[in-house]
């Protein structure tokens, strides 16, 4: 990716959506998707600048479904993307709501299968208030994991991991993406910040396992250690779905202290976001000035 100077970190309202009656459907949950963007953009006096949607907010989350509901995007970063053409009907939803509220819109993530390969992704999307894609980004990490008693999942099984990073810039601020697991890995959220980025956003579904645990821990975690604003998106928990998601979408400040918090039902958290208390951060514990290049490698330099 060339790297540009980030523009300036300006006041911005986030809103995030934790969608809920994520059923079999495509159909009705692109459609409730749409509803719940446009409550967001319309619930407050002041409309949010950027609307969140979760991971996996089209269809059922499991890997013996994402074959099933996977989508060609066909997008290629720095080239004009016709969403007129795209055979995505995920993507239109998404773009079209984007433009219809005029808000920056991360779409959650869908799967997404790529037609030279036939490899299935993660897939995160991201829109300008025009409805144009902006970018996207795969998810790098996988969600293999094994405690014994409790849960296994093996995303691996159908999804492959993507090999990129990868950050937005809008007219307040440079945002940084990630899903879900890709939060366990530090790496990743240093280079997003090193490479300028003031929030990094996670659309997430832990579980109940998973996320009682680690869930406000790792958000808090990358937020102190990079001193930028980070948030997690989740659907609602639905207790008659195969996974049960954690919900408690959330945002952290820089100086890992949690502005907001849901509950584990549909909702829409709103959250002014300050610059002023990133610069206060990094005045206050300067370690973006204080670290020792000469001893380890700057990660950030490798992509």
Do not use: K
């Given at each position: 990716m060339q790297?540009?100077?980030?523009?300036?970190f300006k006041p911005f309202t986030l809103a995030l959506v934790q969608l809920g009656s994520i059923g079999a459907d495509k159909s009705a949950n692109l459609q409730h998707a749409r509803d719940m963007i446009l409550k967001a953009a319309a619930g407050r006096a002041k409309k949010p600048e950027l609307i969140v949607l979760p991971e996996c907010f089209n269809s059922p989350y499991g890997h013996v479904h994402f074959p099933v509901y996977a989508e060609e995007i066909e997008f290629t970063p720095g080239k004009p993307y016709d969403v007129a053409e795209s055979s995505s009907t995920s993507v239109k939803m998404l773009s079209a709501a984007a433009k219809e509220t005029g808000t920056w819109l991360i779409g959650g993530s869908i799967p997404e299968r790529d037609p030279t390969t036939n490899n299935i992704y993660n897939t995160c999307t991201v829109y300008s208030p025009n409805g144009d894609l902006v970018a996207t980004h795969r998810k790098v990490h996988l969600f293999d994991i094994d405690i014994p008693g409790k849960i296994t999942f093996k995303e691996s099984e159908t999804l492959t991991g993507g090999t990129t990073?990868?950050?937005f810039d809008t007219d307040f601020a440079r945002i940084g993406l990630g899903i879900c697991y890709d939060i366990r890995f530090p790496e990743l959220a240093m280079i997003s910040a090193r490479q300028g980025c003031h929030v990094l956003v996670y659309p997430g579904a832990f579980n109940l396992i998973t996320g009682?645990?680690?869930?406000?821990?790792?958000?808090?975690?990358?937020?102190?250690?990079?001193?930028?604003?980070?948030?997690?998106?989740?659907?609602?928990?639905?207790?008659?779905?195969?996974?049960?998601?954690?919900?408690?979408?959330?945002?952290?400040?820089p100086m890992a202290k949690v502005l907001?918090?849901?509950?584990?039902?549909?909702?829409?958290?709103?959250v002014d976001i300050d610059p002023q208390l990133l610069m206060d951060a990094r005045a206050a514990i300067p370690v973006t000035m204080q670290r020792r290049f000469d001893v380890y490698k700057d990660l950030s330099e490798e992509n």
């Open positions: 790297m540009t100077r980030p523009p300036v990073t990868n950050f009682p645990l680690h869930w406000e821990l790792l958000q808090r975690a990358r937020a102190v250690d990079n001193q930028v604003f980070v948030s997690m998106c989740s659907p609602a928990r639905d207790s008659s779905a195969g996974y049960h998601a954690w919900g408690h979408s959330m945002v952290v400040d907001a918090e849901a509950a584990e039902g549909e909702e829409i958290v709103f």
